[in-house]
C-alpha cells in the first residue's frame, strides 16, 4: 500500500469525462459527482494525462480535465484527500456535498480545463 500525503494546494489533479457529459463541445456541470465516497481524480505528482485515461475501462470515449487543487479547497465543504489505492498511488479523492448542491458543481466546471479534449458523440 502506497502511503497518504499531503496534496499542496499549487498542484493538480485530473479528472476522466465519459463523453457522455460534453455537449456541444461543452461541460455539463454534472459530471463533478462522486464515485463511492468521492469524486476520484487523480493527482499530478504520481500520474500524467494520458496515465489517467488508460484506467478508464473504455479510454477512448473518455476526455481528462485538470483541477487546481487549491481553487477546489476554496469552494466551501469541499477537501482534496490522497487516497492511494493498491493500483493507483495517484488516486486521489474530492469529498464534499455535490449532488445537492449546484452552486458547487458550477465552480468547480469554472475550474476545469481540457487537457485531453473528449471525442463528440458519433
Known amino acids: 500500500m502506497w502511503p497518504v500525503e499531503d496534496v499542496p494546494d499549487g498542484d493538480k489533479v485530473f479528472m476522466r469525462v465519459h463523453f457522455r457529459w460534453v455537449d456541444g463541445g461543452k461541460l455539463a ?5 462522486d464515485q463511492g465516497g468521492g469524486m476520484s481524480t487523480d493527482w ?10 488508460g484506467r478508464a475501462t473504455t479510454p477512448a470515449d473518455n476526455g ?11 469552494i466551501p465543504n469541499l477537501t482534496v484527500e490522497h487516497t492511494p489505492e493498491d493500483d493507483n498511488r495517484a488516486h ?4 464534499g456535498d455535490k449532488k445537492r448542491n449546484p452552486e458547487v458543481r458550477m465552480k468547480l466546471h469554472r475550474l476545469a480545463n481540457w ?3 473528449c471525442r463528440t458523440v458519433d
Open 29 to 33: 456541470p454534472g459530471c463533478f459527482r
Open 44 to 53: 499530478e505528482r504520481y500520474s500524467t494525462p494520458e496515465q489517467t485515461q
Open 64 to 74: 481528462i480535465i485538470s483541477l487546481s487543487v487549491g481553487g477546489i479547497r476554496k
Open 92 to 95: 486521489t479523492d474530492v469529498f
Open 115 to 117: 487537457v485531453i479534449p
